[in-house]
């Protein structure tokens, strides 16, 4: 064990010396910087500030005039919603009786992705006013500054963080073979699956680390710049199929940043499995390039397709916070708990074919 610790340890000193690590901690830093220069020095109502777009001012006041007051749900309310859900399903219901009769389906693919999407959005939005009126609590509180002002921080560290692990990760295997550096490595006493755990973990202690100097700062400066009597608003939220639940600015948060980590550790598998294959760093890091920033959006696009078994492809399961978004996840289909499962299957079976080709290769 001791000797592992000690793996782990080197690997970490690597990656901190390799200059992609620094820059993005440099990033990170100087974003949150920007940002709070251009909320401290807009002026007093914010008009040219960053959060402009939601129309509040600088102590909430006015937004809480604006959205919160006389905005009780009422029964009424919540039967209208009830009814525009049962709209939705009746009307994919319709579709799915159509489509497995071919001599009457004259509905496209899109219509019938667009109706399932409709009652998708249906079931989310009862299960939140239901919530709401069941508790007896204001219809659009979750429009708090600090809850878009954390989500908005979380989406930016977790961006710089994923971008970041993708070229160390590379250069921690890829890097190393290409290089011929990796051989010093693997002459030593050491088991090869146990150096591509080091990596392995070395790489996901510099994401945690990240994330925590994200999350420290998201905390501190929503608390400075907005008040800290602000992280006691309340949000509710849903994962779909009629349930919803309510959570404070800090548990909401912590909640999307942990669901947002899963994506990374699946981007770290990937980019350890494409670098156990390939010796090239270059072909490897324009390869997990291409795959996080156009993989998710063209996926999006297949969805479209409304074909049943692309629902359990990586590439739609990967934003598990979707699921907390009013607009589900691209694929209607999926429900938290699929992409949950289909997230640990394809990280097993990324990381299976890594140890293995890695522990074959020829390095000599």
């Not at 508790?135 to 963080?161: K, P, Q, R, W």
């Not at 399961?317 to 429900?335: K, Q, R, V, W, Y």
């Not at 938290?336 to 390095?363: E, G, L, P």
């Amino acid at each position: 064990m001791g000797s592992f610790l000690h793996l782990l340890a080197g690997e970490n000193k690597k990656i901190w010396r390799q200059k992609p690590a620094v820059i993005m901690l440099i990033i990170l830093l100087g974003v949150y910087l920007i940002l709070s220069l251009a909320l401290i020095f807009g002026d007093d109502k914010m008009d040219r500030s960053l959060v402009k777009p939601i129309g509040s001012d600088f102590a909430m006041q006015e937004h809480e005039l604006l959205y919160k007051n006389g905005m009780i749900i009422t029964e009424q309310d919540v039967s209208a919603y009830k009814n525009s859900l049962e709209s939705s399903r009746r009307l994919v219901e319709s579709f799915d009786k159509q489509s497995s009769d071919p001599n009457v389906n004259n509905y496209s693919a899109s219509e019938r992705y667009d109706s399932r999407k409709s009652l998708q959005f249906d079931e989310k939005d009862y299960a939140i006013k239901k919530y709401r009126f069941d508790n007896n609590m204001f219809a659009y509180e979750d429009t708090d500054i600090h809850f878009l002002f954390c989500g908005a921080s979380v989406a930016i560290f977790s961006t710089i963080t994923t971008v970041g692990m993708l070229i160390i990760g590379t250069v921690s295997v890829a890097g190393e073979t290409s290089d011929e550096s990796i051989r010093l490595l693997l002459i030593r006493p050491f088991k090869r699956w146990k150096v591509l755990t080091a990596k392995f973990l070395s790489v996901l202690l510099y994401a945690l680390f990240m994330y925590a100097l994200g999350l420290a700062l998201t905390f501190i400066l929503g608390g400075v710049l907005f008040g800290f009597d602000g992280f006691n608003s309340v949000l509710v939220a849903s994962f779909g199929r009629n349930s919803a639940f309510a959570a404070g600015v800090i548990p909401y948060t912590l909640l999307k940043a942990a669901l947002s980590f899963a994506k990374i550790v699946i981007f770290i598998s990937i980019v350890f499995l494409i670098s156990s294959l390939l010796k090239s760093r270059a072909l490897t890091v324009g390869i997990v390039m291409v795959i996080y920033f156009l993989a998710s959006p063209a996926f999006s696009l297949l969805a479209m397709l409304d074909i049943d078994f692309t629902k359990y492809l990586i590439f739609f399961n990967l934003d598990l916070n979707s699921f907390l978004s009013i607009e589900g996840p691209a694929h209607p289909a999926l429900t938290f708990v699929q992409s949950a499962v289909a997230m640990a299957v394809h990280f097993v079976a990324f990381m299976a074919i890594s140890y293995a080709v890695f522990i074959k290769r020829d390095v000599k």
